[in-house]
């Protein structure tokens, strides 16, 4: 999908669909949902700037015990903004969100996010 703000609730919505259907539940369906939008939105804000929006990318699949979710770019990459538009929380809430975060450059020069959630006995079914 491209990288604009209408992308944020589509992209956060078909990996809590695929999620859900996985069997995670709440809380942690939860977690992953506000994880997703924070990397999503991070790709909205930064990846492009002063460009016009290219594609994020969101993949997410199950390894073993674990959720993975990919959150990928074609932009700029990492780096520091000094005229960031948001508070600077994103990468720190994703962090200590998931139970392990990998950021590295996507194959094409952006940013890569990788998220891992360690799946644990459901508490409630899915909304």
């Given at each position: ?18 999620a859900?259907a ?36 969101v ?69």
């Amino acid at each position: 999908m491209a990288a604009v703000p209408a992308s944020v609730p589509a992209l956060r919505s078909d990996v809590a669909d695929y999620a859900c259907a996985a069997g995670v539940r709440e809380p942690l369906l939860s977690a992953v949902k506000l994880a997703v939008s924070e990397a999503v939105t991070n790709a909205v804000l930064h990846a492009y700037v002063g460009l016009r929006p290219g594609p994020v990318s969101v993949a997410a699949w199950l390894q073993d015990d674990r959720l993975l979710i990919e959150v990928s770019d074609d932009g700029a990459g990492m780096m520091p903004r000094l005229d960031s538009p948001g508070l600077g929380v994103g990468l720190p809430f994703i962090a200590d969100t998931a139970d392990a975060l990998d950021i590295s450059s996507s194959p094409r020069g952006g940013a890569q996010l990788l998220m891992t959630f360690e799946l644990h006995p459901a508490a409630q079914p899915c909304a």
